[in-house]
Nanobody, 131 residues
Framework: QVHLVESGGGLVQAGGSLRLSCAAS????????MGWFRQAPGKEREFVSA?????????????YFADSVKDRFTISRHNAKNTVYLQMNNLKPEDTAVYYC???????????????????WGQGTQVTVSS
């Protein structure tokens, strides 16, 4: 069974940093693009960032970010650990949300992903940014 387990959420002041981790199991990690979504209370789940599955093509960008987090967040993956990370810098109160790890089969990170394109979800981790 596939499991995505997030960790690293917490409370941070505006301008601070936080690093989220997502450990995957039960899947062939390299075959999945990995991403992060977030959902604030009363809001729809929105795309944050993604990193491409490990394929032979280098034509497409290997990562993608929502405009709201571009230049502040960084996504990376460590395939040997089946883990994807989201480094969040210069956090803002509007970043407050539950952050969900996502796996999409052989997806590239050359555009925003829709939630309907995700095959597997993590349980979420709370990120709260105080002003």
């Amino acid at each position: 069974q596939v499991h995505l387990v997030e960790s690293g959420g917490g409370l941070v002041q505006a301008g601070g940093s936080l690093r989220l981790s997502c450990a995957a199991s039960g899947l062939i990690f390299n075959n999945y693009g990995m991403g992060w979504f977030r959902q604030a209370p009363g809001k729809e789940r929105e795309f944050v960032s993604a990193i491409s599955w490990t394929g032979p093509s280098t034509y497409f960008a290997d990562s993608y970010f929502a405009d709201s987090v571009k230049d502040r967040f960084t996504i990376s993956r460590h395939n040997a650990k089946n883990t994807v990370y989201l480094q969040m810098n210069n956090l803002k109160p509007e970043d407050t949300a539950v952050y969900y790890c996502a796996a999409a089969y052989r997806y590239l990170a050359d555009r925003k992903w829709g939630p309907n394109e995700v095959n597997y979800w993590g349980q979420g981790t709370q990120v709260t940014v105080s002003s």
